[in-house]
């Protein structure tokens, strides 16, 4: 009885969301892609790939028009659930980070060559991810 109930603890364990201190920036600049999740009325959970970049040990996306409009429909807003390097994160703030375009856009032409292509499709909405 102790071994399964042992098993079950350690199971439970594995899916805890990992606390703010678990966020890495550093060991995150070298990901290509984190998940994010939303939740819309009617679909529950949603995950979607989108390009990271790390300025000064902050972790930023670029989202297109798909994404942002999940973004806005969220309604665990202004958290999001995000997945990188292994890890799962259940309540991380994504804000809103209008001045920091500009550097993001840098960051991802530097760090993606298919930038060349992609920077030219319009992304309204650009955010910083803060855990909690």
């Not at 902050?58 to 942002?68: C, E, F, I, K, S």
């Amino acid at each position: 009885m102790r071994k399964p109930l042992a098993a079950a603890a350690f199971v439970a364990l594995l899916a805890a969301p990992l606390p703010a201190a678990d966020w890495k920036p550093g060991v995150f600049a070298a990901a290509s892609t984190l998940e994010l999740r939303t939740t819309a009325p009617g679909e529950g959970d949603h995950w979607f790939p989108v390009w990271v970049v790390v300025i000064d040990d902050q972790v930023y996306v670029r989202l297109g028009t798909r994404a942002a409009g999940r973004i806005e429909r969220n309604t665990t807003e202004p958290y999001v659930g995000v997945r990188i390097a292994g890890q799962q994160f259940d309540r991380v703030r994504a804000v809103a980070a209008p001045e920091s375009v500009e550097r993001v856009a840098h960051s991802m032409a530097e760090k993606y060559w298919s930038d060349l292509i992609i920077r030219h499709f319009d992304h309204p909405l650009t955010m910083r991810l803060v855990p909690e």
